[in-house]
Antibody, heavy 119, light 106 residues
Framework: EVQLVESGGGLVQPGGSLRLSCAAS????????MHWVRQAPGKGLAWVSR????????HYADSVRGRFTISRDNAKNTLYLQVNSVRAEDTAVYYC????????????WGQGTLVTVSS | DIQMTQSPSTLSASVGDRVTITCRAS??????LAWYQQKPGKAPKVLIY???SLESGVPSRFSGSGSGTEFTLTISSLQPDDFATYYC????????FGQGTKVEIK
């Protein structure tokens, strides 16, 4: 069974840092591009970042560029999102998602991990 | 950046109704559009990709159409399990979601 399980969320103070993880199982993780998508409480979905299969190429939304870093460890089947210099507006559920090879849409999502930025 | 605008924001309907949701792109995205369903507290689930292709395992009452800048998601006969929020997503240039359409019980 294809599965994505996020962890690492929690309460963080403004200006602080956090590392989110997404453990993948049930598929050949190293051959898929992966994404992070977030959803603020009661709001819609917002794409955050994308990484290619070997980690050599990354892209970010303007709202997080320079503060967030996406990475992956294919030996551990794990995707990461390093979240630095957090702001109140970064409060959201963060989902990892798998991109269907060669098509660019997302066919598998994790259950999400909540990041709350508050003093 | 490509902006995606859905209408309506909320839709009240009854079981058995035909439901249509519209999504407009701020510039042409060809057919690079997906539709997702999300229920409260759950992750999104893909329904349609490439504007009109049904994802495996999704009931045939869901269909998508359109190209360029205007797209629709249609549910031919609304079922109790379909009350949820629906999002369009463009993937022509990076990835952008619409603001969502909540389908609620009338």
């Amino acid at each position: 069974e294809v599965q994505l399980v996020e962890s690492g969320g929690g309460l963080v103070q403004p200006g602080g840092s956090l590392r989110l993880s997404c453990a993948a199982s049930g598929f050949s993780f190293s051959t898929y591009w992966m994404h992070w998508v977030r959803q603020a409480p009661g709001k819609g979905l917002a794409w955050v970042s994308r990484i290619n299969s070997d980690g050599s190429s990354t892209h970010y939304a303007d709202s997080v560029r320079g503060r967030f870093t996406i990475s992956r460890d294919n030996a551990k089947n794990t995707l990461y999102l390093q979240v630095n210099s957090v702001r109140a507006e970064d409060t959201a559920v963060y989902y990892c998602a798998r991109e269907v090879r060669g098509t660019y849409y997302f066919d598998c999502w994790g259950q999400g991990t909540l990041v709350t930025v508050s003093s | 950046d490509i902006q995606m605008t859905q209408s309506p924001s909320t839709l009240s309907a009854s079981v058995g109704d035909r439901v249509t949701i519209t999504c407009r792109a701020s510039q042409s995205i060809s057919s690079w559009l997906a539709w997702y369903q999300q229920k409260p507290g759950k992750a999104p689930k893909v329904l349609i990709y490439k504007a009109s292709s049904l994802e495996s395992g999704v009931p045939s009452r869901f269909s998508g159409s359109g190209s360029g800048t205007e797209f629709t998601l249609t549910i031919s006969s609304l079922q109790p399990d379909d009350f949820a929020t629906y999002y369009c997503q463009q993937y022509n240039s990076y990835w952008t979601f619409g603001q969502g359409t909540k389908v609620e019980i009338k």
